[in-house]
Antibody
Framework: EVQLEQSGAEVKEPGESLKISCKGSGFSFSTHWIGWVRQTPGKGLEYMGIIYPRDSTSRYSPSFQGQVTFSADKSISSVYLQWQSLKASDTATYYC???????????????WGQGTLVTVSS | SYELSQPPSVSVSPGQTASITCSGDKLENKHVSWYQQRPGQSPVLVMYQTIKRPSGIPERFSGSNSVNTATLTISGTQSIDEADYYCQVWDTNTYVFGPGTTVTVL
């Protein structure tokens, strides 16, 4: 089965670090770009950026540049999203997504993980 | 930055047609994707390249695009179609999502 499986929910305090994971199966993981999307009740769905697991090339949305770090381990078909110092405003559900291109070379997200809820509260 | 707008909610009776709109400047020049998110679940792609249905998505889902508005149409709406629907485009090296429309089947 083609799927993206994410790590479980996290509860952290402000200032703590965190790394969540996304593991792909059923497809050639290292040759697909994998993105991250944040969902909050107030701001809806927001694109954070994307990583190519084969060589870990990463591209960050300007809103998230410097705030998070992407990494990958192609040997275990996994990508990671990391924070050095969490803030309460990082409270959200985070989805990993697989990016494909249509016949006119426009990108879209055809596969979503189940989401990881991150709660940051003192 | 590019922005998309959607109506907050749409109500439809079972078996009737639901039309969900997504508006943006010169949207006809872009390829629109649509995602369905049922309560407590992650989003699922239901339309891409504006008019194409992924494998496994029922034929009652269709898409169209005209000038500044894209439309996702659900014909013969069923109770399982009750969900939030988000449109999305790619613009200037980023991915823009609409705010979402809640479809209620009553």
């Amino acid at each position: 089965e083609v799927q993206l499986e994410q790590s479980g929910a996290e509860v952290k305090e402000p200032g703590e670090s965190l790394k969540i994971s996304c593991k792909g199966s059923g497809f050639s993981f290292s040759t697909h770009w994998i993105g991250w999307v944040r969902q909050t009740p107030g701001k809806g769905l927001e694109y954070m950026g994307i990583i190519y697991p084969r060589d870990s090339t990463s591209r960050y949305s300007p809103s998230f540049q410097g705030q998070v770090t992407f990494s990958a381990d192609k040997s275990i078909s996994s990508v990671y999203l990391q924070w050095q110092s969490l803030k309460a405003s990082d409270t959200a559900t985070y989805y990993c997504v697989r990016r494909l291109f249509d016949s006119n070379n426009f990108p879209y997200f055809d596969l979503w993980g189940q989401g990881t809820l991150v709660t940051v509260s003192s | 930055s590019y922005e998309l707008s959607q109506p907050p909610s749409v109500s439809v009776s079972p078996g009737q047609t639901a039309s969900i709109t997504c508006s943006g400047d010169k949207l006809e020049n872009k390829h629109v994707s649509w995602y369905q998110q049922r309560p407590g679940q992650s989003p699922v792609l239901v339309m891409y390249q504006t008019i194409k249905r992924p494998s496994g998505i029922p034929e009652r889902f269709s898409g169209s695009n005209s000038v500044n508005t894209a439309t996702l149409t659900i014909s013969g709406t069923q109770s399982i179609d009750e969900a939030d629907y988000y449109c999305q485009v790619w613009d200037t090296n980023t991915y823009v999502f609409g705010p979402g429309t809640t479809v209620t089947v009553l």
